[in-house]
């Protein structure tokens, strides 16, 4: 299991919000492409990048920050979500040397263009399905829809997504732990991988994703925890690995 850090990136800056609130957020550098650097020599096999700003004004923002961090660190997968919206956005950031696109709002309002980049970018397309309650959060959080969650994550498996990207919204940047049940139950119900989010605080919940790591849970993103040191990045996914010997 990968142990993926996040980089959130607001105004040029890497921060991290509490619940999805731009108001509530915590800068932890000016320089994205540093932070990149320091959890690459910690160990991490796959780098996870949110345009905040792009995720609510609908295109790309911090596009150069992005593009600077694919360039510095070119063996390390990286994956982007945040204000994704058209062919010509994803094309961009995969000519730039991102491998994953993650589509979060669009996938829902309109599930028809995950068929078309599906079908234009295999092998390259992530969804990510923000939930509270089983049910499938919207535009940076601030709407509930009334689609549940495994059902359109059943969808997207059927036009050919990479993976899924699960985050229990009630937990993110609360430090309050894993959701594993509501992430298991997911990833029971589809075949691709779910990559869990949201929560995660210490090398307890990496444990935990261990040990069901085997129902189809292939990485998680860990964000506030690993900047205020509760998580020690390069300890978990030590641990991940050596889970994943036994």
């Not at 959890?39 to 796959?46: K, L, N, S, Y």
């Not at 010509?88 to 995969?94: R, S, V």
């Not at 309650?133 to 535009?139: F, L, T």
């Not at 059943?154 to 937990?171: A, L, M, N, P």
Request: net charge negative; aromatic share 6%; proline share 3%.
């Amino acid at each position: 299991m990968l142990v993926i850090p996040a980089i959130d990136l607001k105004d040029g800056h890497c921060v991290r919000l509490r619940q999805g609130d731009m108001e509530d957020s915590t800068v932890y550098s000016d320089d994205p492409v540093e932070m990149a650097g320091k959890w690459v020599a910690a160990g991490a096999r796959r780098i996870h990048l949110v345009d905040l700003n792009g995720a609510f004004a609908g295109k790309p923002v911090n596009g150069k920050a992005i593009h600077d961090i694919a360039e510095a660190y070119p063996d390390v997968p990286i994956q982007v979500g945040g204000g994704i919206r058209d062919e010509d956005t994803i094309q961009a950031y995969l000519n730039a040397g991102v491998q994953y696109v993650i589509i979060g709002t669009k996938a829902i309002n309109a599930p028809h263009f995950i068929d078309d980049i599906c079908l234009e970018f295999p092998g390259h397309i992530i969804v990510g399905l923000d939930a509270k309650n089983g049910k499938v959060a919207i535009d940076g959080w601030s709407k509930l829809s009334h689609h549940d969650v495994i059902d359109m994550a059943q969808r997207f498996e059927k036009i050919g997504v990479d993976s899924i990207i699960y985050t229990d919204i009630g937990r993110d940047g609360m430090m309050l732990g894993v959701n594993i049940e509501s992430t298991v139950k997911l990833a029971q119900s589809i075949t691709i991988p779910v990559i869990a989010s949201g929560g995660i605080t210490n090398l307890d919940d990496i444990r935990a994703l261990c040990a069901v790591q085997d129902e189809g849970i292939m990485g998680a993103i860990t964000g506030r925890a690993i900047y205020e040191g509760s998580l020690d990045f390069a300890a978990a996914q030590k641990l991940a690995d050596e889970a994943q010997a036994r």
